[in-house]
């Protein structure tokens, strides 16, 4: 091996450290090869030496009792696995924080800098958690608000931090709404609102896959069948499913109805169609009323008979 031994500082991390020309043991020069590091030099003094990584060419000032007892990190490597965390969650990686070693500062896809746990970066990255940036969620609840026709006027008065604070824009009635509730359009509006009884709804038809290519179809109501789909029933996802059909029904109240009666006749003519809960239970966030995709068709049927009969009402 090659050893560097001159009276020139070793820049490392970007600092200049002087070389400490002691002798140079062969069990230090071993002990590193079997722990993945090339000897480079003694430094700053006789309790320090300058290591390579073998995996990727840094160097490394390591203590000589953390090299002889135990096995020493590669600061390189590990900043490396913290821009990779970064990348993976969306993130750029761009330094370690000077306040705190279990933190670092990160620039997100807008623009805007913040700091975090490493950790916390790392289940961003395994898909575990999500991650938002402050700066932009004041934006993004208005705009989910304007989406809605309402106007988010800031925190909950009560200080729920699940809660804003919204101006419904028809009427001008303000009230406090949980936010996931504004986000999904599950909510009314104390002031001009009509209670989901009687209020208009939907009966709808859905389908999902399973991973071993099998279809499942649910019937239900709903007043908003996207957001049933997407913020309530799908646990993952990755799995595909869609809306089939919906069906107007003019009231909650006569869409409970009628969903009870479809269901009541499809578990009596059709039980073998039932499908048990611990085949979907780990996809779909329902206990109950999914069948075998075989049954589709039936579904329409009776949907359309719902449908026709809601026309005759209407006329």
Not at 192 to 216: D, H, I, K, Q
Request: aromatic content about 10%; glycine content about 6%.
């Amino acid at each position: 091996m090659n050893m560097v031994n001159t009276s020139n500082p070793m820049t490392i991390n970007e600092f200049n450290m002087p070389i400490f020309t002691g002798a140079i043991l062969p069990d230090w020069v071993k002990m590193a090869e079997t722990k993945g590091f090339d000897f480079i030099a003694r430094v700053v003094d006789r309790l320090h030496f300058a290591l390579r990584c073998v995996r990727c060419g840094g160097i490394n000032k390591v203590k000589r009792y953390t090299l002889m007892s135990a096995q020493p990190s590669c600061g390189h490597c590990i900043e490396q696995e913290w821009a990779n965390d970064a990348a993976s969650a969306g993130l750029r990686f761009l330094h370690r924080d000077p306040a705190n070693r279990h933190y670092g500062v990160y620039r997100a896809r807008c623009g805007h800098e913040y700091v975090r746990q490493f950790e916390l970066i790392k289940r961003v990255a395994k898909g575990k958690i999500k991650i938002r940036c402050e700066l932009c969620q004041p934006q993004i609840e208005a705009a989910e608000a304007t989406d809605r026709e309402w106007e988010l006027i800031g925190a909950d008065p009560k200080g729920d931090p699940s809660y804003r604070y919204y101006r419904h824009t028809e009427c001008g009635f303000e009230q406090r709404m949980a936010r996931t509730n504004m986000k999904t359009g599950r909510h009314s509006c104390g002031g001009c609102g009509v209670e989901w009884p009687a209020a208009p709804s939907f009966l709808y038809a859905m389908r999902f896959t399973m991973e071993n290519g099998r279809e499942l179809v649910k019937l239900g109501y709903s007043k908003d069948p996207d957001s049933r789909l997407k913020y309530q029933l799908r646990r993952d996802p990755e799995m595909p499913c869609s809306i089939l059909r919906v069906v107007a029904v003019p009231t909650g109240h006569a869409a409970i109805i009628a969903e009870k009666r479809i269901h009541a006749e499809l578990r009596y003519y059709h039980p073998a169609a039932i499908v048990d809960p611990s085949v979907f239970a780990a996809h779909i966030r329902v206990k109950s009323e999914i069948y075998d995709g075989g049954l589709t068709q039936i579904i329409f049927d009776h949907l359309t008979e719902v449908e026709r009969s809601m026309s005759v009402c209407a006329a």
